[in-house]
Nanobody, 125 residues
Framework: VQLQASGGGSMQAGGSLRLSCTGS????????IGWFRQAPGKEREGVAC????????YYMESVKGRFTMSSDNAKNTVYLQMNSLKPEDTAVYFC???????????????????WGQGTLVTVSS
């Protein structure tokens, strides 16, 4: 399984960026693909996860309404459209394969089993 992420960069607050993740080495609908991020000094956290099979998507609370995942099945690629960016969105974003979220506990528990390389997103105020 290989996941290739791209699209990071620097942006002022309020701007937009789109991240791409292209997968290979697996059948595209085998599992959900999504994004995690890790800010300096913080733990990695789940951002979004999309089932390419049925289109179900999940988002962390702080990005709902601002970030949207989509997919281009012909290109084995998923996208994370990030709008209304905030400085707190600054992080290294990792493409993640076989991702999911468990909402049964007090806090959502995100997981993923495959990782791509990170792409840095920097949002300045």
């Amino acid at each position: 399984v290989q996941l290739q992420a791209s699209g990071g960069g620097s942006m002022q607050a309020g701007g937009s960026l789109r991240l791409s993740c292209t997968g290979s080495g697996f059948r595209y609908h085998d599992f959900a693909i999504g994004w995690f991020r890790q800010a300096p000094g913080k733990e990695r956290e789940g951002v979004a996860c999309l089932s390419t099979r049925d289109g179900d998507s999940y988002y962390m609370e702080s990005v709902k309404g601002r970030f949207t995942m989509s997919s281009d099945n012909a290109k084995n690629t998923v996208y994370l459209q990030m709008n209304s960016l905030k400085p707190e969105d600054t992080a290294v974003y990792f493409c993640a394969g076989d991702c999911g979220v468990d909402y049964r506990g007090h806090l959502p528990k995100w997981w993923a089993h495959y990782w791509g390389q990170g792409t840095l997103v920097t949002v300045s105020s």
